[in-house]
Nanobody, 119 residues
């Protein structure tokens, strides 16, 4: 069973930056997609960014000019660089892995990391 552990959240002023990290325990097998989602209080969880094992990214227009997703050289880590943060970016950010060939990795989630942006 894989485990995803996020880090890097915190409190930052509007206009600041944060870098989130997510590490997957164990090996990932086959094609896969890692990504970040967020959920603000009272709202549904929404996509922030994904990156495939081939390097293809999917970043919504709402954040694409400010957020960058990347993978580590070991390929079992994913990062989210967030710049020019806004108060509306405040949410719990979750790491996700979709890897059908990885035991327990078909749709796995981390515990979440809080990002709070003050105005």
């Amino acid at each position: 069973q894989v485990q995803l552990v996020e880090s890097g959240g915190g409190l930052v002023q509007a206009g600041g930056s944060l870098r989130l990290s997510c590490a997957v325990s164990g090996s990932i097998f086959g094609p896969n997609v890692m990504g970040w989602y967020r959920q603000a209080p009272g709202k549904q969880r929404e996509l922030v960014a994904t990156i495939s094992s081939t390097g293809s990214t999917n970043v919504p227009d709402s954040v694409k000019d400010r957020f960058t997703i990347s993978r580590g050289t070991a390929k079992n880590t994913v990062f989210l660089q967030m710049n020019s943060l806004k108060p509306e970016d405040t949410a719990v950010y979750y790491c996700n892995l979709r890897s059908p060939l990885t035991p327990g990795g078909s749709d796995s989630w981390g515990q979440g990391t809080q990002v709070t942006v003050s105005s």
